[in-house]
Antibody
Framework: EVQLVESGGGLVQPGRSLKLSCAAS????????MAWVRQAPKKGLEWVAT????????YYRDSVKGRFTISRDNAKSTLYLQMDSLRSEDTATYYC???????????WGQGTLVTVSS | DVVMTQTPVSLPVSLGGQASISCRSS???????????LHWYLQKPGQSPQLLIY???NRFSGVPDRFSGSGSGTDFTLKISRVEPEDLGDYYC?????????FGSGTKLEIK
């Protein structure tokens, strides 16, 4: 059974940093592209970033480019999102998801809440 | 960015009835490789989104055949027949043909 478990969320002040983790199990992590998708409170879904299965390429939405870094450790089956220079508009639940070759986010974790506030 | 316009915003349905959700894109979702990357999700209250339909009309593993997707180019539809209580929640379309990937704003399926 595919399992994705996010951690690392919490309350952080504007301008500070936070690093999210996503522990994967139940599938061969190193075979899959992975993504982060976020959802602001009571709002819709927003794609944040994707990393190719071997970490060779990354893609970001413009609003996080230069501030967020997606990375992975295939030996540990873990996905990361380093978030720097956080803003209030980054407040959201962050989900990790498998980003399969058919183009969709197939499996999702339960999410971790990031609140950016002073 | 590709804008995904979902309608209606709210959809009251009777249990056992049929529901139809529309998703229109601001530009064609036909990728340069000929595929169309339009997908549908259901987010039940308090849960993560779950994949229902991928690439317009393919049901994901374990999704009942009450759910069907259709469409092409810029115009897509999700149909739910014989609505059951577990179908209630927020439905989203997603396009992954063009960067950045974008979701529709959602349709809330609720009991009439």
């Amino acid at each position: 059974e595919v399992q994705l478990v996010e951690s690392g969320g919490g309350l952080v002040q504007p301008g500070r940093s936070l690093k999210l983790s996503c522990a994967a199990s139940g599938f061969t992590f190193s075979d899959y592209n992975m993504a982060w998708v976020r959802q602001a409170p009571k709002k819709g879904l927003e794609w944040v970033a994707t990393i190719i299965y071997d970490g060779s390429r990354t893609y970001y939405r413009d609003s996080v480019k230069g501030r967020f870094t997606i990375s992975r450790d295939n030996a540990k089956s873990t996905l990361y999102l380093q978030m720097d220079s956080l803003r209030s508009e980054d407040t959201a639940t962050y989900y990790c998801a498998t980003h399969v070759t058919e183009g969709m986010f197939a499996y999702w974790g339960q999410g971790t809440l990031v609140t950016v506030s002073s | 960015d590709v804008v995904m316009t979902q309608t209606p915003v709210s959809l009251p349905v009777s249990l056992g009835g049929q529901a139809s959700i529309s998703c229109r894109s601001s530009q064609s979702l036909v990728h340069s490789n000929g595929n169309t990357y339009l997908h549908w999700y259901l987010q039940k209250p308090g849960q993560s989104p779950q994949l229902l339909i991928y690439r317009v009309s393919n049901r994901f593993s374990g999704v009942p055949d009450r759910f069907s997707g259709s469409g092409s180019g810029t115009d897509f539809t999700l149909k739910i027949s014989r609505v059951e209580p577990e179908d209630l929640g927020d439905y989203y379309c997603l396009q992954s043909s063009h960067f950045p990937f974008t979701f529709g704003s959602g349709t809330k399926l609720e009991i009439k």
